[in-house]
C-alpha cells in the first residue's frame, strides 16, 4: 500500500508559478513510479507528467511541455511538480498518483497505470 499527501496548489495570474508536492509512504520509494495527472470541470482526467521509479525517466503531455517540470527527491519520498509560464486552461484539479514498479526507466502516462492516488489540490490561473 502506498498513501500520497498532496500539498500546493492555489491562485495565480497567468504567466506565474506553482510548485505541487506529493508524499508518498507505505512502500520504498525508489521502487515507486510516479505520475501527476488533472481534471477540469466536465473533462476527463488527462495526463500532464510522469516519471519512472527512479525519476531517470520522464513524459510530459504536449500541452505542458516546457512549462512543466517534474523531479522527485527519493531521500524525503516526495515528488515535484514545478508549474510555470501558467496559462487559464491549466486550471483543473491536480492529482499525483503512484504505482509499485519493478522495471526501471518505465513511466506510465495512463490512469490506469497507477494502483494509488493522492486527495487532489485545486490549481486556478486568473486571465
Known amino acids: 500500500q502506498v498513501q500520497l499527501v498532496e500539498s500546493g496548489g492555489g491562485l495565480v495570474q497567468a504567466g506565474g508559478s506553482l510548485r505541487l508536492s506529493c508524499t508518498a509512504s507505505?512502500?520504498?520509494?525508489?521502487?515507486?513510479?510516479m505520475g501527476w495527472f488533472r481534471q477540469a470541470p466536465g473533462k476527463e482526467r488527462e495526463f500532464v507528467a510522469a516519471?519512472?521509479?527512479?525519476?531517470?525517466?520522464?513524459s510530459y503531455a504536449d500541452s505542458v511541455k516546457g512549462r512543466f517540470t517534474i523531479s522527485r527527491d527519493n531521500a524525503k519520498n516526495t515528488e515535484t511538480l514545478q508549474m510555470n509560464s501558467l496559462k487559464p486552461e491549466d486550471t483543473a484539479v491536480y492529482y499525483c498518483?503512484?504505482?509499485?514498479?519493478?522495471?526501471?526507466?518505465?513511466?506510465?502516462?495512463?490512469?490506469?497505470?497507477?494502483?494509488?492516488w493522492g486527495q487532489g489540490t485545486q490549481v486556478t490561473v486568473s486571465s
Open positions: 507505505g512502500y520504498t520509494f525508489s521502487y515507486v513510479a
Open positions: 498518483a503512484a504505482t509499485i514498479s519493478y522495471y526501471s526507466g518505465q513511466y506510465y502516462s495512463s490512469p490506469r497505470g497507477y494502483d494509488y
Open positions: 516519471s519512472s521509479r527512479g525519476g531517470d525517466s520522464t
